[in-house]
């Protein structure tokens, strides 16, 4: 069987990332960062080396609220094809 070229960092690692992460999402909450903590919560709640279950379920609820965060953050950005609110709007 193949080795999986991407080794998956240790879970004490992917936890101290993910804070890092929410914590510059608290500066700038931009949907690319709110699915960086949805993919690192995954990772954790995938991990092989996962330290309990409560873990486990805590890191996928919490992936998946962060992914809904992300796709309502990028829903409700304004385009960048016009002004805010709208198109042609006087400045």
Do not use: N
């Not at 070229?5 to 960062?33: E, N, R, W």
């Not at 690192?40 to 998946?64: G, N, T």
Request: aromatic share 6%.
């Amino acid at each position: 069987m193949p080795e999986d070229p991407t080794p998956v960092p240790p879970p004490d690692i992917l936890i101290g990332a993910t804070f890092c992460l929410m914590s510059h999402y608290a500066q700038d909450p931009t949907p690319k960062l709110a699915e960086a903590v949805s993919e690192h919560l995954e990772m954790l709640a995938r991990h092989p080396d996962a330290m309990s279950q409560e873990l486990v379920r805590a890191s996928a609820r919490l992936s998946e609220h962060w992914l809904r965060l992300a796709k309502t953050k990028r829903a409700i950005q304004p385009s960048s094809m016009g002004h805010w609110p709208f198109p042609g709007a006087i400045q």
